[in-house]
């Protein structure tokens, strides 16, 4: 059994929460990005999901779940990441 990565177990325990109230459109988000984890970078998932995390976080009423907090702290983290490398990909292109 391969181990799964951090995102994979953070968009696990959100998903499988009954307790947690998530709008449909972010389920369904949540499982096509479940769906590309073999294929796609899990920096690029993570970078693909962080609006959709900032929409469903505005759309909370209330304190959100943790579940939902530590996903966009995680997002958030790739995501920097992500575009640095871009950034600097291209710096070194010139």
Do not use: C
Not at 35 to 49: G, H, V, Y
Not at 76 to 83: G, H, I, L, T, V
């Amino acid at each position: 059994m391969e181990k799964q990565s951090q995102l994979q177990m953070l968009i696990h325990s959100l998903y499988n929460n009954k307790e947690i109230s998530l709008t449909e459109d972010f389920r369904k988000q949540l499982l096509e990005t479940a769906k590309q984890f073999s294929s796609t970078s899990e920096d690029l998932l993570a970078t693909r999901l962080s609006f959709a995390v900032s929409k469903e976080l505005l759309g909370f009423k209330g304190e959100p779940p943790t579940e939902l907090l530590d996903l966009a702290k995680f997002v958030q983290k790739k995501e920097a990441k992500y575009k640095q490398g871009i950034v600097w990909s291209g710096i070194f292109k010139i």
